[in-house]
């Protein structure tokens, strides 16, 4: 019975060439985008999940109430850490550690630039980060010690054992490598290469020393590991007045505990509570995924039940020889599931194909793993699945003829078949314009973004993370740069023109009651808006003409708008516990999220406090000459490390990853399902003609045109096109509006959008139909009717 069943399959398959190419194709090309989209999804929702105890492993995190909102934040007072454990009996233990930053590691004559971790001694005790080699007891309680990974440990040593072996950071201090760990995995929200004490930051940095004692020093990650999975709301019950209670300037400070498990997923905070992240852009693509493939799973509904006329014989003859109605539904489906099987061997083939160049849109180095049972489990779920779904309508509604009717002639199946296969056209185009609207309104918003005024010329703008040596002669570096010819000016600050690393709260004489408002900070010496170039609307920059701007600072517009006084130039502003005084009015500047609105600013004179150099670049056709007279003065003065920049363009573009990610994917996809839906309308559109050939060939004798004729066939497809668009339009709008609705700086959906994807679809439909039914118009109506 199964060996009759396969052979009228490829019966079926070879005597239908062009049905069962569109069949196997469309198929194909919707499992392949599926798996392409479950690579990612997979990816994405694995992040973190290799820690061993990641069920009680949670990162503390600061809900504060300002003027604008509820903030949440990372980062946490010194002394917290020593209290926790005090506060609740569920925590087990508790690790702090500072931000990341890149070192310089020496061993001989190799030097490499890596980024590593400050860590106190339970980090390694909370997560899984293998110990391969070395002390596997405590390898972070000596301030003299270093844990590396795997690759660092090759780089720095060869096929040298790197245990009790020295390294030099930033050349400066040598610490003994204690231990050796396993490379993180990408799908890790810690990236590092080497992980020093936390002891050992103390030591190095007198800010840190200093802020043992300070709770309202807010610089430092906390994490800790609870006792069992059930302790999470108790002990945020216990923990949530720790800050409030030893800060009485902290009267809205609360603390929390955010999951590992939500670190990847639902990064973003709103008032105070988690408000989405990735997790968001997981659905919608898991949603377009089922999307495709039931696009794909529609075509072969369509093309079975309008074929269904040539097996209504074979149905018949099979039932008045004794087959059931169960036989012969076991017999469809089985033969839906043997196609969809011939189609995942060709989409494996298709995604393995595919995947180097889905790499690089994705960032990623996904790959299919044959050796996971769950892959071939998941495979064999998704053809069973597909199979049936697919096979489910053709199966029922050809097994369902009466065999006399059929073998008498009397049973018009195409008509019979016609008005599901419009719903199920009308479906197919709905998800295409849908895709379609999504792509035009995604791009329209990362166009709208990028066009936003920034508030500095971006251009040309090098950035070097500074070091010890750079700082010593820094003044020396800036002159020599600007002799060069090929430097406008440069300067220093805390952090790059393209990011925030510090904010405060501050007050002033005035102000009304209420939350405290939050400043972002920058600290800075002379020359950072000459360099920035940023535009100053009242006063001036710090200029060492002015000895008293160490207690001045500039503000931004939108500062000058929330303290809401005229002539802000001499007024004070009260934070760090001192008063400085307004010197300076300048533009806004977009450091942050391009679609938050801007903050305020404060900019205080603090030579001390600096991470970034700035250069700003002449204008020139030669720029690798101009990097090449940069880099020869860095590398003068601080000739121990290597030259290392970035532009600022560069990182700006950054901060679109996400929706570039999404726009990308996006028109992607969208561009594989309309060429499902057209493989499918091609052959319906071929069916449809080749049914009608008798009619067509007695309107062609009564002097149709052949105008007329290609009208009579589109005006059937263009109806349900139009149908289509109705349907998806308001689905398209609320769903966009959604998207757009979680960047407060957004676009509006153009009017336009919706009848251009609307008329989009339907000139692709007319042009597909039009082509199958200038075939049967031109085609001699003399055969079609030698039969009758």
Not at 410 to 433: A, C, D, E, H, N
Not at 480 to 500: D, F, H, M, W, Y
Not at 733 to 740: E, R
Request: proline share 4%.
């Amino acid at each position: 019975m199964l060996r009759n069943y396969i052979t009228i399959a490829f019966r079926n398959l070879t005597k239908n060439s062009v049905y069962s190419f569109i069949n196997i194709t469309g198929l194909a090309v919707g499992i392949t985008c599926s798996l392409l989209i479950f690579l990612w999804v997979r990816d994405e929702v694995s992040f973190d999940k290799f820690h061993e105890n990641r069920d009680r492993l949670h990162q503390v995190f600061m809900n504060q109430e300002f003027s604008d909102g509820i903030g949440s934040q990372q980062a946490l007072p010194y002394p917290l850490k020593d209290i926790l454990k005090e506060k609740s009996s569920k925590i087990n233990r508790v690790a702090i550690t500072n931000w990341g930053e890149g070192n310089l590691l020496t061993v001989g004559e190799n030097r490499l630039e890596r980024i590593g971790l400050s860590a106190g001694e339970d980090f390694l005790r909370m997560f899984s980060f293998s110990i391969v080699k070395g002390d596997s007891e405590n390898p972070l309680k000596d301030p003299s010690g270093i844990v590396i990974t795997e690759s660092t440990a090759k780089a720095l040593f060869g096929e040298q054992d790197p245990v009790n072996q020295l390294v030099k950071i930033d050349n400066n201090r040598e610490q003994k490598v204690v231990a050796i760990i396993k490379d993180v995995p990408p799908q890790s929200t810690f990236q590092f290469d080497y992980i020093l004490p936390f002891s050992f930051y103390e030591e190095t940095q007198q800010w840190v020393r200093d802020s043992r004692n300070r709770w309202d020093n807010n610089s430092f990650r906390m994490f800790v590991e609870l006792t069992d999975d059930e302790a999470l709301a108790a002990t945020n019950q216990d923990i949530q007045n720790a800050i409030k209670e030893n800060n009485e300037s902290a009267t809205s400070a609360a603390l929390f505990l955010h999951p590992i498990s939500d670190w990847h997923l639902y990064s973003n905070f709103e008032n105070g509570k988690v408000s989405g992240g990735m997790i968001e852009y997981v659905q919608m693509f898991s949603a377009i995924a089922i999307f495709i493939l039931l696009i794909a799973c529609i075509n072969f509904m369509n093309l079975a039940t309008a074929r269904s006329e040539k097996r209504a014989r074979e149905v018949g003859i099979r039932k008045s020889v004794g087959s059931g109605r169960k036989e012969l539904i076991f017999q469809f489906i089985g033969e839906s599931v043997f196609i969809t099987f011939i189609a995942f061997i060709l989409a494996l083939v298709l995604t393995e194909l595919s995947l180097p160049f889905y790499n690089s849109i994705v960032a990623k180095k996904l790959f299919i793993d044959y050796t996971n049972g769950k892959l071939w489990l998941l495979a064999t779920g998704l053809i069973l699945l597909t199979g049936i779904i697919a096979g489910s309508y053709p199966a029922f509604y050809l097994s369902g003829f009466n065999p006399v009717k059929v073998l008498k002639g009397k049973v018009q199946v195409g008509k019979g078949g016609s008005t599901p296969r419009k719903v199920l056209v009308v479906l197919q185009f709905s998800f295409s314009i849908l895709l379609i609207i999504s792509t035009i309104v995604i791009y329209k918003q990362i166009q709208f973004v990028k066009a936003r005024d920034i508030g500095y010329n971006k251009e040309n703008l090098m950035l070097v993370w500074t070091t010890s040596e750079i700082e010593t002669s820094f003044q020396t570096i800036r002159d020599e740069l600007v002799r060069t010819g090929a430097v406008q000016s440069v300067c220093k600050s805390n952090s790059p023109i393209t990011r925030i690393f510090s904010s405060n709260s501050v007050d002033w004489p005035g102000r009304p009651e209420g939350p405290p408002v939050s400043f972002t900070t920058i600290a800075t010496e002379y020359d950072y808006t000459k360099t920035m170039g940023i535009k100053l609307l009242e006063g001036r920059d710090f200029s060492p003409e002015f000895k008293s701007d160490t207690a001045a600072v500039l503000i931004n517009k939108e500062a000058a708008n929330r303290i809401g006084k005229e002539n802000l130039i001499g007024e004070t502003l009260n934070f760090w516990g001192s008063s400085f005084t307004i010197i300076g009015v300048m533009e806004n500047v977009i450091m942050g999220s391009p679609y938050q609105p801007i903050d305020p600013l404060i900019m205080v004179y603090s030579p001390d406090w600096s991470s970034t150099i700035t250069v700003r670049l002449e204008a020139t056709s030669d720029l690798p000459g101009a990097i090449a007279k940069v880099e020869s003065v860095f590398k003068k003065y601080n000739p121990a490390y290597p030259f290392s920049y970035r532009f600022a363009d560069t990182e700006f573009d950054g901060k679109f990853a996400n929706i570039n990610l999404i726009s990308r994917l996006g028109s992607s996809f969208s561009a594989l399902a309309i060429l499902i839906t057209c493989l499918g309308l091609f052959g319906l559109a071929a069916f449809t003609a080749e049914q009608r050939t008798k009619e067509i060939g007695i309107r062609k004798v009564m002097g149709a045109s052949v105008n007329s004729l290609v009208l009579l066939i589109n005006k059937d497809f263009s109806r349900l096109v139009i149908l289509s668009f109705i349907f998806a339009a308001p689905l398209s709008w609320y769903f966009t509006s959604w998207f757009l609705e979680r960047y407060p700086y957004h676009t509006e959906i153009p009017w336009w959008v919706l009848p251009l994807a609307g008329g989009l679809a339907l000139l692709l439909a007319v042009s597909i139909v039009s082509l199958q039914a200038l075939k049967a118009a031109f085609s001699n109506p003399t055969k079609s009717l030698r039969s009758e």
